[in-house]
T-cell receptor, first 111, second 115 residues
Framework: DQQVKQNSPSLSVQEGRISILNCDYT??????FLWYKKYPAEGPTFLIS?????DKNEDGRFTVFLNKSAKHLSLHIVPSQPGDSAVYFC??????????FGQGTELSVKP | DTGVSQNPRHKITKRGQNVTFRCDPI?????LYWYRQTLGQGPEFLTY????????KSRLLSDRFSAERPKGSFSTLEIQRTEQGDSAMYLC?????????????FGPGTRLTVL
């Protein structure tokens, strides 16, 4: 059973516009969520996180929103840049700190 | 701070051979995690250490897999009698556990190909 789901395998956005990446989870006990960015042949790079006591966290061009009642989170990138093209993974922290990842969404930002 | 490092970056081996990977975490990080990622999937948890103690192992970690973290510093992941299904990217991450949450920082991974 997939506890963390990213239902869009890919997303294409024009440079300068907003990118919205979505993530759903099933376990209401999850209370800490993270977004990672991954380039080919590299490990995931931490982007931004959010605790369940908040519904929004911002860091520069990146904002994560958390809707606990819907068990849904989203990552907004504004404005999108070609260098943002990568695979984005959302993850939920489980017992012991281990992360449960979604399948990833490949973002392509076109000039 | 040089980040998490992993060696080797790539390993090609024949079925039935043993392989060992090494992970050097960020210094002073007390937790170290191993994950495996296959094509089109997100990383899947394998095992983790707090200092030198191995606290949890996933069902994915068969008896052919063993991990160690002597002295709570670097860690090794050994796969014995490799099978083609072991071909994957093996990722290591480390974190410094604080009161509530911790952020895991990943290494570049070791890509294993079993022929």
């Amino acid at each position: 059973d997939q506890q963390v789901k990213q239902n869009s395998p890919s997303l294409s956005v024009q440079e300068g516009r907003i990118s919205i990446l979505n993530c759903d989870y099933t376990n209401s006990m999850f209370d800490y969520f993270l977004w990672y960015k991954k380039y080919p042949a590299e490990g995931p790079t931490f982007l931004i996180s959010i605790s369940s006591i908040k519904d929004k966290n911002e860091d520069g061009r990146f904002t994560v929103f958390l809707n606990k009642s819907a068990k849904h989170l989203s990552l907004h990138i504004v404005p999108s840049q070609p260098g943002d093209s990568a695979v984005y993974f959302c993850a939920a922290e489980n017992q012991g700190g281990k992360l449960i990842f979604g399948q990833g969404t490949e973002l392509s930002v076109k000039p | 701070d040089t980040g998490v490092s992993q060696n080797p970056r790539h390993k090609i081996t024949k079925r039935g051979q043993n392989v060992t990977f090494r992970c050097d975490p960020i210094s002073e990080h007390n937790r170290l995690y191993w994950y495996r990622q296959t094509l089109g999937q997100g990383p899947e948890f394998l095992t983790y250490f707090q200092n030198e103690a191995q606290l949890e192992k996933s069902r994915l970690l068969s008896d052919r897999f063993s991990a160690e973290r002597p002295k709570g510093s670097f860690s090794t992941l050994e796969i014995q009698r490799t099978e083609q299904g072991d071909s994957a990217m093996y990722l290591c991450a480390s974190s410094l556990v604080r009161a509530v949450t911790d952020t895991q920082y990943f290494g570049p991974g070791t890509r294993l190909t079993v022929l």
